[in-house]
């Protein structure tokens, strides 16, 4: 496609409008809006054009503008009182410092579309070069009441500093992702985003959903807006609530009825834990005799668990390690004496357990020594002995309420 056909056409350049659905009422909240051109009869997509490094930005930035302008008009035209969603680089949005742009925005609002109505959507791409005018471009917008979006988020980690600098109103993250990379990984680049979006204040939008899986995905890790063509296709009208591919509220109430079965299922497992300790303190006879106690619990959890202990409430293990290696349990005494206060939450925990007189089933995480994910359940013995039974990952991976969090 000829760049200039594109520019001396421009009566054949339309934008197309994709619903941005959000978590909380389950409907249209706002649009990204798309380029399509007309050739040939068919309308086709003008992310060639706006991503080919050859084209010059003066002339991508003629065209947004058209865009612009069109997707504002039908906004207007149609009283559609949602938001709109823009992609810009941040060569375009520099030139002339910024204020092309800004005073483009400013005719739009004498038209009645105020600012505070549009998301200035940029990729993690635009950190590479002259961050810090960026950053301070970016501020400046936001006194406009501007929202700013960082797009295709996570796809660097050594940008993450300069996200929380930025301060994003959204960060958008491609379900894609799922697909293409390891599941375990991008747990781990999900889950710094998560924590990053908390810090800052950000919400969390997931785009390119194109399924049931990625839809659920999304609700369970805290999207606050979903996107895609599960949910609806980009169409040149904005689209309405009805006109959804799907019922999401429909949709996230069978996602809640799921996830609370999976949460009465482990809270279950966490009992049963427990009524099975409750059942052999008539043996626990304090510290000096913590190993033959062990060697108790063993016979309850031989199916469950690869690994049992003792420690105190300073985290000092006062027991050998219990541990079962080819359907045998084997005696780590080398393992007394061993701190383990420095692991987070451990300290909580165990004043957890003091306080209510109950065990705690621990989220999964990676053991340190077999990098397998697994479980622990904690319990008190006492005000200053408690029990860990590590959960093997060959259970937690039979049983789907362990095994998802």
């Keep these: 496609m000829d760049p200039l056909d594109i520019l001396e056409n421009l009566d054949k350049v339309k934008p197309v409008f994709q ?16 380029g399509r051109f007309q050739s040939d009869g068919d309308w086709i997509s003008l992310a060639d054009f706006f991503h080919d490094l050859d084209v010059p930005d003066e002339y991508k930035a003629e065209v947004d503008h058209h865009l612009l302008k069109q997707a504002i008009d039908e906004m207007l035209e149609s009283d ?25 925005l400013m005719e739009f609002e004498k038209k009645g579309f105020s600012m505070d109505r549009l998301v200035l959507e940029i990729t993690e791409h635009d950190f590479e070069e002259g961050f810090d005018v960026l950053n301070h471009l970016l501020i400046y917008y936001k006194t406009y009441g501007i929202q700013i979006a960082v797009d295709h ?43 990053l979006a908390h810090r800052i204040g950000a919400k969390l939008s997931f785009e390119n959903i194109e ?27 904005p689209l309405l609530d009805d006109c959804l591919l799907i019922d999401v509220g429909e949709k996230v109430i069978g996602f809640i009825q799921h996830e609370k079965s999976l949460v009465k299922e482990r809270l279950a497992f966490a009992l049963s834990c427990e009524e099975k300790i409750k059942k052999l303190m008539s043996k626990w006879d304090g510290p000096e005799t ?28 006062m027991s050998s390690n219990f541990r079962k290696q080819d359907e045998h349990w084997k005696i780590e005494k080398g393992q007394v004496g061993s701190h383990w206060g420095f692991r987070p939450y451990f300290l909580e925990n165990i004043l957890h357990m003091r306080t209510w007189h109950k065990g705690i089933l621990s989220d999964s995480y990676a053991d340190i020594e077999t990098a397998e994910m697994i479980r ?30």
């Design 211 to 237: 399924d049931d899986y990625q839809l659920n995905f999304a609700w369970k890790h805290g999207g606050h807006y979903y996107q895609g063509f599960y949910l609806a296709k980009p169409d040149f009208t």
């Design 80 to 104: 559609n009182k949602g938001s709109l969603f823009i992609n810009r680089n941040a060569r375009q949005l520099l030139v002339n410092g910024g204020e092309d742009f800004l005073q483009t």
């Design 153 to 195: 988020v996570g796809a660097k980690s050594s940008n993450i500093d300069r996200i929380r600098q930025i301060k994003p109103h959204i960060l958008k993250i491609d379900t894609g992702i799922i697909r293409q990379s390891n599941p375990d990984v991008f747990q781990d680049i999900l889950y710094s985003l998560s924590l």
């Design 19 to 34: 619903p941005i659905v959000s978590a909380v009422k389950h409907s249209i909240i706002g649009y990204e809006i798309f």
């Design 376 to 405: 622990t359940f904690s319990f008190p013995l006492s005000e200053k002995y408690f029990l860990f039974i590590d959960i093997s990952y060959s259970f937690i991976f039979n049983h789907d309420y362990l095994l998802i969090e």
């Design 290 to 317: 913590a190993d033959s106690f062990i060697e108790v619990v063993t016979r309850s959890f031989d199916e469950e668990s690869f690994r049992i202990y003792i420690c105190n409430s300073d985290g000092q293990q």
